[in-house]
C-alpha cells in the first residue's frame, strides 16, 4: 500500500474506451501508468502499448497481486463492480470507481464498511466535482443580497442514443445484465450530485418519479405512468423531484433519447444561476476555462435581471484535477489544505468563516467576468465551504458518503419510476 510519498502506481481493471482520456489525465496529474488487465492478454497488450502502461496482464488477479500496484481504477460494468472493488480492497489497494459506483445503494455500504477495515481510500470518478468553477457558484449562492434564499435546482442531462441503431442494437448502457440503471445511472448520476452539491449535501426527504424503460429482448417500451408496476427494461428517460427537509426542491432529467444537454439552474428568492456545460465545460471552446451565468436583480424592472457571464480558467482540466485529489486522497493529505490560521476541523471552519472569506467578485456592473482560480490565494477555503457538510470522521471531505447519498437518492427515484411513480424515501443507513 502506498506510503505517502512520490507518484502513485495506477493499474486499470479494463481496457474500457474510458479510459484512455483518464490515462492522460493521471500522467498530467504526476502519477503512473503503471499497469493494464484484460480478460485476456492481447487486448491489455495492445491499449497499454497505445496509452504508454508499463505492463499489460491477461487476468484482473493478477493485477491485484502485483505489489507494486498502489491503487485502481474500475470502469468495469456497474453489476462488475461491486465485486471488483471487495477484491481489490482485500488486495489493499486504493480505488477510483466509476459512476454508478453500484446497482444499489446496499452495495456501497458494504465497499465502505470493507474499505474502513482495511485503511482503503476511494472515491467515485465524478470529474465535474473537482472544477473549481462550482467553489465560485456557493460563493454566489451565499449573497443574500443579490441571490437569497436558496429555493429550487433544476439539473440536466442527456444525449439522443436511441437514434443511433447500433446504440439501441448493442450498446452496453441498455444492457440490463450489465447496466440495469440506464440513463439514470449513466446520466442521472450526474444530475442528482450536482443537486446534492447545490443543496449543501442535505440528505432529501423523499422522491417521486416517472420513466420511461426500454427493454431489448422485446425492442419495446413501458411507461411509469401507463404500466404501473408492468414496467421492464432500463430507464431510457427519467424524470424526478427530488424534497428536501429544508423546503429545496430538486427536479432532474435524463434521456437516451433526446439531443444533447447538459444544464443546471439553481434557484434563489432573488438571483440564478446557470450553468450551461456542467459535466464538460467549455466555456471559450477550451477545457481549461468553465463558465456560469448569474442573473441578479434588477430594481428597475424585477421581469429583466441583470445578467453576468463569469468565466474561471484553471491550467489543469477537470479530468486532471479529478485524479491530482485522488493522489492526494491516497497520499494521506489534506483534500484541501486548511488555512494556516485555523487549526478547526473542516465543518466547523468553513461554517464559521465562510462569511469572513472576502468574495473575489464585488463589481457585479460588468457583463463578463474572468477569474484565474489558480491565482486565488482562497480557492482552498471556498472549496472547503463547497463540502462542509459532507466530511468524515478526519474532518476532511469524504467521498464515499458523497457516493453512498448519491446512491441512495438513484435507488429511490429507480423504486419509485418502477411502482407508478409512488413517493418514496431516500435511505441514506440500512
Not at 484541501?336 to 487549526?343: A, D, E, I, N
Not at 463589481?363 to 472547503?384: A, F, G, N, V, Y
Not at 441512495?408 to 411502482?419: L, P
Amino acid at each position: 500500500m502506498h506510503k505517502g510519498e512520490g507518484p502513485l502506481r495506477w493499474g486499470f481493471v479494463s481496457t474500457a474506451r474510458i479510459g484512455v482520456k483518464n490515462s492522460q489525465a493521471v500522467k498530467a496529474a504526476g502519477d503512473i501508468c503503471y499497469a493494464v488487465a484484460s480478460r485476456s492478454l492481447p487486448p491489455a497488450q495492445e491499449f497499454a502499448r497505445e496509452n504508454g502502461f508499463e505492463k499489460a496482464y491477461g487476468s484482473y488477479e493478477e493485477l491485484l497481486a502485483d505489489p507494486l500496484v498502489d491503487a485502481i481504477y474500475l470502469p468495469t460494468p456497474t453489476t462488475h463492480r461491486s465485486s471488483f472493488a471487495l477484491e481489490a480492497i482485500h488486495a489493499c489497494k486504493h480505488m477510483v470507481i466509476d459512476k454508478p459506483v453500484c446497482s444499489n445503494a446496499d452495495e456501497v455500504r458494504a465497499i465502505m464498511e470493507a474499505a474502513d477495515r482495511k485503511g482503503v481510500k476511494w472515491m467515485d470518478g465524478v470529474h465535474n466535482m473537482h472544477n473549481p468553477r462550482l467553489a465560485y457558484v456557493r460563493e454566489i449562492m451565499r449573497d443574500e443580497v443579490k441571490f437569497g434564499a436558496l429555493r429550487y435546482i433544476h439539473a440536466t442531462m442527456s444525449f439522443g442514443g436511441m437514434h443511433d441503431p447500433s446504440f439501441v442494437r448493442s450498446n452496453i448502457r441498455l444492457d440490463p445484465l450489465l447496466e440495469p440503471l440506464g440513463a439514470l445511472g449513466d446520466l442521472g448520476w450526474y444530475t442528482i450530485r450536482m443537486i446534492l452539491v447545490a443543496a449543501s449535501f442535505e440528505i432529501p426527504l423523499c422522491v417521486s418519479s416517472t420513466a420511461t424503460f426500454y427493454d431489448r429482448a422485446t425492442d419495446s417500451r413501458t411507461y411509469t405512468m401507463l404500466d404501473g408496476e408492468d414496467v421492464r427494461g432500463v430507464i431510457e428517460t427519467c424524470s424526478a423531484q427530488i424534497v428536501f427537509p429544508s423546503g429545496v426542491l430538486g427536479t432532474m432529467t435524463c434521456s437516451f433519447d433526446t439531443s444533447h444537454r447538459s444544464a443546471v439552474d439553481i434557484q434563489g428568492t432573488k438571483g440564478r444561476i446557470h450553468i450551461p456545460d456542467f459535466s464538460s465545460p467549455s466555456a471559450t471552446g477550451s477545457v481549461n476555462e468553465s463558465g456560469f451565468i448569474f442573473f441578479h436583480p434588477n430594481e428597475k424592472d424585477t421581469r429583466r435581471p441583470y445578467q453576468t457571464q463569469v468565466i474561471v480558467k484553471h491550467a489543469k482540466d477537470q479530468h486532471q484535477l479529478l485524479w491530482r485529489h485522488a493522489h492526494r486522497l491516497i497520499s494521506g493529505a489534506p483534500f484541501f489544505p486548511p488555512s494556516s490560521s485555523s487549526s478547526c476541523s473542516l465543518s466547523s471552519a468553513a461554517s464559521s468563516s465562510s462569511s469572513s472569506i472576502p468574495p473575489i467578485i464585488t463589481d457585479w456592473t460588468l457583463p463578463e467576468i474572468h477569474i484565474d482560480s489558480d491565482s486565488d490565494p482562497l480557492l482552498s477555503q471556498r472549496q472547503s465551504h463547497l463540502f462542509s457538510n459532507i466530511s468524515d470522521n478526519d474532518h476532511d471531505v469524504s467521498f464515499p458518503r458523497m457516493a453512498l447519498l448519491t446512491q441512495a437518492v438513484s435507488d429511490a427515484i429507480e423504486k419509485s419510476a418502477r411502482t407508478g411513480g409512488a413517493t418514496t424515501k431516500v435511505i441514506m443507513h440500512a
